[in-house]
């Protein structure tokens, strides 16, 4: 039983360069999120989407956009990618907005 | 005021004492909540969740919930130095649709 799959699991960036973070999930879950998490902090959630077709702005949108592409699938595009961006991302998911979420293994971005 | 409020620590432990950990969040209408532990370099791995007033135990573990003050504490009796680890309070903000959202983490380091 994966989980929830993210890839890749490191990236180096160039500043301006694009890419997508992808994530999946396997447990039939109707919500996923994506969070970035820099040194000595807490999760930062990015983008949240409660169910298949809807996703909603977080604490910290600016410089991101996301697609839930199915009910397994919800990514993370960065358009011009800034080295204020150097992060772990984790995507997680759960059954419903207030149950327990699941995390994915994360992606360590780094952009230079 | 942050939504979801945790001391930062370090809190010191001696190996097989108590360790309290203590959460506050600003939303009075929340009604889940979570504690997730966090080793270095790892995703975050959910430990309890609590959703009615009182105690819940799992093992060495106990989470309790007081709505009417707003806060959620978790307590590790007989610490190990393998609970050595960053722990993440969450709450799914009703207010926010649900929407996961965590503390900056309280930092636990159990001394041998």
């Known amino acids: 039983n994966a989980g929830v799959t993210q890839t890749p699991k490191f990236q180096v960036l160039k500043t301006g360069q694009s890419m997508t973070l992808q994530c999946a999930q396997d447990?039939?879950?109707?919500?996923m999120y994506w969070y970035r998490q820099d040194p000595g902090m807490g999760l930062r959630l990015i983008y949240y989407?409660?169910?298949?077709?809807?996703?909603d702005k977080g604490e910290v949108p600016n410089g991101y956009n996301v697609s839930r592409l199915n009910k397994r699938e919800f990514s993370l595009r960065l358009e011009s990618a800034a080295p204020s961006q150097t992060s772990v991302y984790f995507c997680?998911?759960?059954?419903?907005?207030?149950?327990?979420?699941?995390f994915g293994q994360g992606t360590r971005l780094t952009v230079v | 005021q942050k939504e979801v409020e945790q001391n930062s620590g370090p809190l010191s432990v001696p190996e097989g004492a108590i360790a309290s950990l203590n959460c506050t969040y600003s939303?009075?209408?929340?009604?889940?909540f979570f504690w997730y532990r966090q080793y270095s370099g790892k995703s975050p791995e959910l430990i309890m969740f609590?959703?009615?007033?009182g105690d819940k135990e799992d093992g060495r573990f106990t989470a309790q919930l007081n709505k009417a003050s707003q806060y959620v504490s978790l307590l590790i009796r007989d610490s190990q130095p393998s609970d050595s680890a960053t722990y993440l309070c969450?709450?799914?903000?009703?207010?926010?649709?649900?929407?996961?959202?965590f503390g900056g983490g309280t930092r636990v380091l159990v001394k041998p």
């Open positions: 997680a998911s759960s059954l419903r907005g207030n149950t327990e979420a699941f």
């Open positions: 447990m039939n879950h109707n919500s």
């Open positions: 989407s409660a169910s298949e077709g809807t996703t």
């Open positions: 939303d009075r209408g929340s009604q889940s």
């Open positions: 609590i959703y009615s007033n």
């Open positions: 969450a709450v799914a903000i009703k207010a926010a649709g649900n929407k996961l959202t």
